[in-house]
Structures are given as C-alpha cells and as structure tokens.
C-alpha cells in the first residue's frame, strides 16, 4: 500500500506516519527529519537546506525531486510505504505519480490531516524533540530534567519550533500545498481525516478509512 500523508505544520503527520507505518508494515519517510539530518551532519544537502528550513520556506522541487527518487528505489520493496512531507508542490506530486507509473505502480490514498490555526499553533510552542532516538512529543511526556521518555537523552524544541517560522511554514502550506489537496480530491484519492482529537482516536480514524483497501 503506498500512501501520502499531507497536512500544516503540526497536523500530526510526523505521529500518525509511524504509527501507520508500523501498524502496517509499511516502510516511511520524513522529508523533513531527513533534511534535519543531513543539516546536523553538514552535507551539501544539508548546507543549502539549512537558511530554507530556518525561515521556515519550502525546498525548491528540483532538489526533492530527486531525494524521493533516490529513496523509493532503495526503499520500495513492494510491500508499500508512507510519505511524510512529500508531495507539498503540483511539480512534486505530478513526479510522484510519473515515477509511480513508471514502475506500474499507483498511489492508494493520500490522507490530509485537518486542524484549527490555533491548535497547530499551541502544538508547536508544546513539540519537544529527542537529541539521540529522534522520538518526538509534548513537554508534558517528558521525564524530569527534560529527558525522553524512550531512550533517557535530553529532548528539547526543533529549531523551526517558533511562532515567526511556523507562521511561515503555514504560508508556504496554503499556497503551495493546498493545490496539491484539491488535485487529490479531484482524481479521487484524498481522504479527509479531522486531527484533533488524541492521537490513537485519530490513528484509529486513519486505519478504518484504509480498510476497504487493505
Ligand atoms: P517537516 O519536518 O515535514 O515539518 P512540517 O510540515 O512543518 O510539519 P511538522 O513536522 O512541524 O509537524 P507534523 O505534521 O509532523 O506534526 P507532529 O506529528 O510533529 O518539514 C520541515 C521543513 O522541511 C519544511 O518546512 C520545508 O522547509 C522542508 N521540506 C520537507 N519536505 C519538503 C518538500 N517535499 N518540499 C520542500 N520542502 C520540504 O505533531 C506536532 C506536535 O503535536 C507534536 O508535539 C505531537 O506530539 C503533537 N500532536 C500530534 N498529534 C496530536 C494530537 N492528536 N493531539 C495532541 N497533540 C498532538
Ligand atoms: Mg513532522
């Protein structure tokens, strides 16, 4: 099964794409966790990453293009994947489907996570990360001393975890995600799925609306 997560920043893609990803077996990436990666381990991806991802912009398509090319090739086994962070442009989503179609393959669904300005905006004062396993929660999960609750590291916010990036992020959302929305929605593959309640109550949402697919 190959399905793209989309929603703003704070949606809950990064958390509901692992807990897809490992209900179903599926493999998962995080363009932004990969961009972060590569900006901590200095690359050259990393260098010209990193002003982008501090004013809170998105990457040009001719440089995710061929990230995601790279990583289905070496990622796609057949059993199916979920995208987290791509496509986010009209240029990313016409390369998924011709690189799908390529193959002889097609995307099963494309879920897009719905919730209020408002909530994003106290979900990302509240994001706390790991600096060792990458695990990534709220505040209120951590263990005294602001430690992770799964592998004992310090966590602390990501470094766009301000109000000014992320107003900037939800920007770059509206104008350039939002079409990539409405072109799912028209050829029939968006599922619409409401995010805020808790995060198993939306999990558990996501999988019913998979299951006349699976
Ligand atoms: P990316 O890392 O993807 O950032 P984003 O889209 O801004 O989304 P976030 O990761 O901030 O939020 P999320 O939706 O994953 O929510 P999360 O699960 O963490 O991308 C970063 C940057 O990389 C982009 O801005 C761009 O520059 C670049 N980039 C990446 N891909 C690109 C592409 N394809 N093209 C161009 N540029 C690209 O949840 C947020 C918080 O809320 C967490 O604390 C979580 O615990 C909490 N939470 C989640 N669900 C709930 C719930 N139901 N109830 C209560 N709290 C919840
Ligand atoms: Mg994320």
Redesign the pocket.
């Known amino acids: 099964m190959r399905i793209v997560?989309l929603?703003?920043?704070?949606?809950?893609?990064?958390?509901?794409?692992?807990k897809l990803s490992a209900s179903l077996g599926l493999g998962y990436l995080?363009?932004?966790?990969?961009?972060?990666e590569n900006i901590e381990e200095g690359t050259p991806l990393g260098l010209s990453?990193a002003p982008?991802?501090a004013r809170?912009?998105?990457?040009?398509?001719d440089?995710?293009c061929p990230?995601?090319a790279d990583w289905l090739i070496k990622n796609d086994s057949g059993k199916g994947w979920v995208l987290?962070?791509?496509?986010?442009?009209m240029p990313?989503a016409d390369f998924l489907d011709r690189c799908l179609s390529e193959n002889g393959a097609s995307l099963d669904a494309a879920i897009a996570?719905e919730?209020p300005f408002d909530?994003?905006l106290r979900?990302?004062c509240?994001?706390?990360?790991c600096l060792t396993c990458r695990w990534?929660?709220?505040r209120s999960?951590l263990s005294k001393g602001n430690i992770c609750p799964k592998c004992v590291s310090p966590a602390a916010p990501?470094d766009?975890?301000r109000e000014e990036?992320?107003r900037?992020?939800?920007v770059?959302?509206i104008n350039?995600t939002i079409p990539v929305i409405d072109f799912y929605r028209s050829s029939g593959r968006l599922i619409s799925i409401p995010?805020?309640?808790?995060?198993d109550?939306?999990a558990a949402a996501i999988l019913s609306s998979l299951e006349f697919k699976i």
């Not at 929603?7 to 692992?18: N, V, Y």
């Open positions: 997560l929603g703003p920043p704070a949606s809950g893609k990064g958390t509901q794409g692992r995080s363009t932004g966790a990969l961009l972060r990453a982008i991802l809170g912009g998105y990457l040009p398509d440089l995710m990230i995601l987290d962070g791509f496509p986010r442009s990313q996570l919730a909530e994003l979900r990302i509240d994001r706390v990360e990534s929660g709220q999960e990501r766009d975890d990036n992320f900037n992020r939800h770059e959302f350039l995010a805020t309640g808790t995060k109550k939306t």
